[in-house]
C-alpha cells in the first residue's frame, strides 16, 4: 500500500477563540461586557411589583423589547398603564409606537437627540411632553429589580435553560408580588 494516505478526522474539537457558536435561541445567553449574561425586561407596577418579564441574551437592547413586553402584558392584563423609562428607550420610533397604543409615557430625551433637533432649528419641531414629578416615580422600577435579585437562583444565573431560569424568575416575581400586595 505504498501511496496510501489515509485523510482521518482531526480529533477533538476545533479552535473556537474567535469563532464563537451561536446559543441557542432557548438558552437567552449572550455575550456582555460582564462575561456571559442574561436580561430580565419587566414591567413593574408603582408599588415595585414585577408584572410582566421577559428575558433575552445579555447584549440585547433595552428599545427592542418594549414592544413585546406590552403586547404581552397588553394580552394578559386590561388595566390602565403609564410608561417611565430611562433614556435607553427615547427613540423617536418607541414614541410614536406608545402614541399609537395611547399609552402616556414619561421618558427623558438623550443630549444627542436634544442636540440634533435644535440643529435643525425651526423645522426641528417642538421637544416631547416631559413631566420631571412624574419621572421621579420611575425608581419603583429599579427597586422591583432589586426585590428580584435579593433571590440568589435570579441574581445569580445557574440554569442553562432559560426555560428553567424565566422558571425561576417568575416563582420570584409572584412570591415578591404577594408580600407586597399581604
Request: net charge positive; glycine share 10%.
Amino acid at each position: 500500500m505504498a501511496g496510501f494516505t489515509a485523510t482521518w478526522p482531526p480529533q477533538g474539537a476545533g479552535s473556537n477563540h474567535k469563532n464563537l457558536p451561536g446559543e441557542p435561541a432557548d438558552h437567552a445567553l449572550g455575550r456582555s461586557r460582564g462575561g456571559w449574561t442574561t436580561k430580565i425586561h419587566a414591567l413593574t407596577d408603582r408599588f415595585c411589583r414585577p408584572l410582566t418579564v421577559l428575558l433575552t441574551p445579555g447584549q440585547a437592547g433595552d428599545n427592542p423589547m418594549l414592544e413585546p413586553l406590552l403586547t404581552v402584558h397588553r394580552a394578559t392584563t386590561n388595566g390602565r398603564i403609564r410608561v417611565l423609562a430611562d433614556k435607553a428607550y427615547s427613540h423617536p420610533s418607541t414614541r410614536k409606537h406608545l402614541r399609537a397604543l395611547k399609552i402616556p409615557h414619561t421618558i427623558p430625551e438623550r443630549s444627542d437627540q436634544i442636540a440634533h433637533r435644535q440643529a435643525k432649528g425651526s423645522l426641528g419641531g417642538r421637544p416631547p411632553g416631559f413631566d420631571a414629578d412624574t419621572y421621579r416615580h420611575r425608581n419603583a422600577i429599579e427597586r422591583g429589580f432589586n426585590r428580584l435579585k435579593h433571590w440568589r437562583g435570579v441574581a445569580t444565573r445557574y440554569d442553562k435553560y432559560a426555560l428553567t431560569y424565566l422558571g425561576g424568575v417568575l416563582l420570584a416575581a409572584m412570591v415578591t408580588h404577594h408580600r407586597i400586595r399581604n
